[in-house]
């Protein structure tokens, strides 16, 4: 997969900010994930819908393991039809939403959420729109 998007957040990722992933996937094989990472390398949210097999995965990556894998019970999202995919957190989860769909909510395995300072979004093909909008401020594709 290609790196389609990355932003460094200076003071970490806090509750207030969302990301906003449109595109649109022509085969079960279509690809794309998103991982929130902390300076020393973990992955504090990673997010990857799987449309081979219609299910949305989270999990975090921390000191050189994965954890628990937790799955969406819902897949809004239709090979062909152009999707839409938000990810925000609160004070205690993050939060997937496709299709203005509630899809999972994933309890932060890494605090304090401040120390969550890359985004990266990968693709097997290009995405439509890629944004990051934190407290009134948007960064979008070619902002970096």
């Known amino acids: 997969m290609a790196l389609q998007f990355e932003a460094f957040c200076a003071g970490g990722l806090a ?12 085969s079960a094989e279509d690809r794309f994930e ?5 300076e ?14 219609a299910m949305v995965v989270g ?8 954890g628990h894998e937790e799955t969406a019970e819902l897949f ?11 990810v ?7 939060l997937v939403r496709a299709q203005e769909l509630a899809l999972l909510r994933f309890t932060h395995r890494l ?3 401040p120390s969550v300072t890359r985004l990266q979004v990968l693709s097997d093909r290009p995405l439509g729109r890629v944004e990051l909008t934190r407290r009134g401020q948007a960064w ?3 902002d970096f």
């Open 34 to 38: 998103i991982n929130f990472l902390s």
């Open 59 to 66: 999990n975090a990556f921390l000191r050189g393991h994965w």
């Open 140 to 142: 979008g594709e070619g």
């Open 15 to 26: 509750p207030g900010w969302t990301l906003l992933v449109q595109g649109q996937a022509d």
């Open 40 to 53: 020393a390398g973990d992955i504090a949210f990673h997010v990857k819908p799987r449309f081979s097999s």
């Open 88 to 94: 925000s957190s609160d004070p205690g989860h993050f």
């Open 76 to 86: 809004p999202m239709v090979l062909g039809q152009p999707f839409q995919m938000e």
């Open 111 to 113: 605090v304090p959420l």
